[in-house]
């Protein structure tokens, strides 16, 4: 499948949940084999074949997005068998630790503030812990590369560490939390979180290892919006946010970034002040009365008074008027 087929293709809204709970344990690990197969799967003793738990969620895009979760006994994983193994794997170890190794070159990996990206055609193996666990995606490499805007793994090695910061810090929190709510989640929201946690780690790669070229495809765009949706809802306190400071965080200029929302209908203004006041309501209906002050400061406006403008301007009545009237049961008020 070319780059240009992988942009330009639809884009269903369903997933592919597979968990090795579902069969006994005496099954789990030639289950888990049989969903990998570019990958050799060797468990090195027969408790860890026995105890291996396993999520998969395949966001069922032409490209073939995948968010999963492990938590196995000793296992070693040989990548690099096939050609066809055309992507990148990046993984946030949670527990445990793994040792992975090329030729001479061998890289732990922990649990802290280092994230790792596998090259899956290059040879690797990696041999885990008796108690590790890690959440990763496994991302296309092509349209990866596209974004990015040059290869990051083009040196010597076949696995990189790189920093959990910026938009890969915001991944990896959004995949921890996509895991422990995964039940709670519709699957049009689950899929939103995998491809919005894809479009963080690839222009967060983008952030540490690209260049500042834009790309103009469907999928590029969607991947800018939810970046930076997420950003803004992450950092909407910081009243210096702007759409200035946000595209420098993602790797895109400003007027990507633009006609990225206008894809959507919508602008980076409205959507930045939106998020401001749907916190704002949040924080006007907790039955803990804070200072209007302090909301205002909480969810990004430098004084109390532009708050109370654009609330107003926004929901017809002042914050203080909200917060007499949610708290006298009128609800209904929320748009």
């Not at 030729?103 to 899956?120: A, Q, S, V």
């Not at 950003?231 to 946010?241: D, F, K, R």
């Amino acid at each position: 499948m070319t780059t240009e087929s992988v942009f330009d293709a639809p884009l269903p809204a369903f997933i592919d949940r597979r968990s090795t709970l579902t069969v006994s344990p005496s099954e789990r690990f030639d289950q888990w084999r049989a969903w990998h197969p570019t990958v050799e799967l060797n468990p090195l003793t027969k408790s860890a074949a026995r105890g291996l738990e396993a999520q998969v969620l395949r966001y069922r895009l032409p490209d073939g997005t995948v968010f999963g979760f492990t938590r196995s006994g000793e296992i070693e994983s040989r990548f690099g068998r096939l050609s066809s193994a055309n992507y990148f794997l990046f993984s946030a170890v949670m527990s445990g630790g793994a040792i992975s190794s090329a030729g001479k070159h061998e890289l732990p990996m922990r649990p802290g503030n280092r994230l790792y990206l596998i090259d899956g055609r290059r040879p690797l193996r990696t041999r885990g812990s008796a108690d590790l666990s890690h959440v990763y995606l496994v991302l296309p490499r092509e349209p990866a590369i596209e974004v990015i805007t040059r290869d990051p793994l083009s040196g010597p090695h076949a696995v990189l560490g790189v920093e959990s910061r910026g938009l890969l810090a915001i991944a990896f929190a959004q995949l921890q939390a996509l895991l422990h709510h995964l039940k709670d989640l519709s699957e049009p929201a689950v899929a939103e979180v995998i491809r919005s946690a894809a479009g963080l780690v690839t222009f967060g790669l983008k952030q540490q290892f690209g260049g500042t070229s834009d790309v103009d495809r469907p999928v590029a765009y969607e991947m800018v919006y939810l970046s930076a949706r997420r950003m803004m809802e992450t950092y909407c306190g910081n009243p210096q946010l702007t759409a200035s400071s946000i595209a420098v965080a993602i790797g895109c200029s400003r007027a990507h970034l633009y006609r990225a929302f206008a894809t959507q209908g919508l602008s980076v203004a409205e959507v930045l002040r939106d998020i401001r006041l749907q916190k704002a309501q949040a924080l006007l209906e907790d039955p803990r009365p804070r200072p209007l002050g302090q909301i205002a400061a909480h969810v990004g406006f430098s004084d109390p008074s532009s708050f109370s403008r654009v609330f107003r301007a926004a929901f017809g009545m002042t914050p203080r008027q909200w917060r007499q009237l949610t708290r006298s049961g009128a609800s209904s008020l929320r748009r």
